[in-house]
């Protein structure tokens, strides 16, 4: 089992940032991938970015590229998710999820990031 517990969520003021965190314990994956989502009320959730544990690679959803940065410590299997240019339409739940890549397996109970106007 992998248990992911995010972190980092909160309130700001649109044009900010803030860096979300997500730690997985439990078992790893050095072959997999991790993820961040979103879902914002009343909507479906979202694929933002992923990332590959053996070697970094990357991937986007195209509307947060350039404004949000996914990154991997492998030491102590944490994923961060820097966000900047902060819109009050990223005001979401964000949820990380680990797996082999796109197939998501595990996810975490989602920190809440409020973007006000």
């Known amino acids: 089992q992998v248990q992911l517990v995010e972190s980092g969520g909160g309130l700001v003021q649109a044009g900010g940032s803030l860096r979300l965190y997500c730690a997985a314990s439990?078992?790893?994956?050095?072959?997999?991938?991790m993820a961040w989502f979103r879902q914002a009320p009343g909507k479906e959730r979202e694929f933002l970015a992923a990332?590959?544990?053996?070697?970094?690679?990357?991937q986007y959803r195209d509307s947060v590229k350039g404004r949000f940065t996914i990154s991997r410590d492998n030491s102590d299997h944490t994923v961060y998710l820097q966000m900047n240019s902060l819109k009050p339409e990223d005001t979401a739940v964000y949820y990380c999820?680990?797996?082999?890549?796109?197939?998501?397996?595990?996810w975490g109970k989602g920190t809440l990031v409020t973007v006000s106007s």
């Open positions: 999820a680990a797996g082999p890549l796109g197939v998501w397996n595990y």
């Open positions: 990332i590959v544990w053996s070697g970094g690679s990357t």
């Open positions: 439990g078992r790893t994956f050095r072959r997999g991938a």
